[in-house]
């Protein structure tokens, strides 16, 4: 059983930045996958960014060259360094984790990109 908890979300401006955590309740290296998606009002929840256990990092389009997911092992953390914000990034942001099978989900934070 894998335990995930997100946080950093928040208000900021168009063009701002923000940094979400997502800890995790075991070493992230013996999780396969571990990625962040979001799911914006009225809307499904999609992928965002995700990163395997050799480090391999894919990205939404729409998010390319914006953000960057990266990993702490020490702190068995996942980051999502969110840059040049717009108002359609606004959503709620979840931490998902694949590992042995089967799938984990954080409560999700939400990010408000809005002037």
């Known amino acids: 059983q894998v335990q995930l908890v997100e946080s950093g979300g928040g208000l900021v401006q168009p063009g701002g930045s923000l940094r979400l955590s997502c800890a995790a309740s075991e070493s992230i290296f013996s999780i396969d996958f571990m990625s962040w998606y979001c799911q914006a009002p009225g809307k499904q929840r999609e992928p965002v960014a995700s990163?395997?256990?050799?480090?391999?990092?894919v990205y939404a389009g729409s998010v390319k060259g914006r953000f960057t997911i990266s990993r702490d092992s020490a702190q068995n953390t996942l980051y999502l360094q969110m840059n040049t914000l717009k108002p359609e990034d606004t959503a709620v942001y979840y931490c998902?984790?694949?590992?042995?099978?089967?799938?984990?989900w954080g409560q999700g934070t939400q990010v408000t990109v809005s002037s």
């Open positions: 998902r984790a694949l590992s042995a099978g089967r799938l984990y």
């Open positions: 990163i395997s256990s050799g480090g391999t990092t």
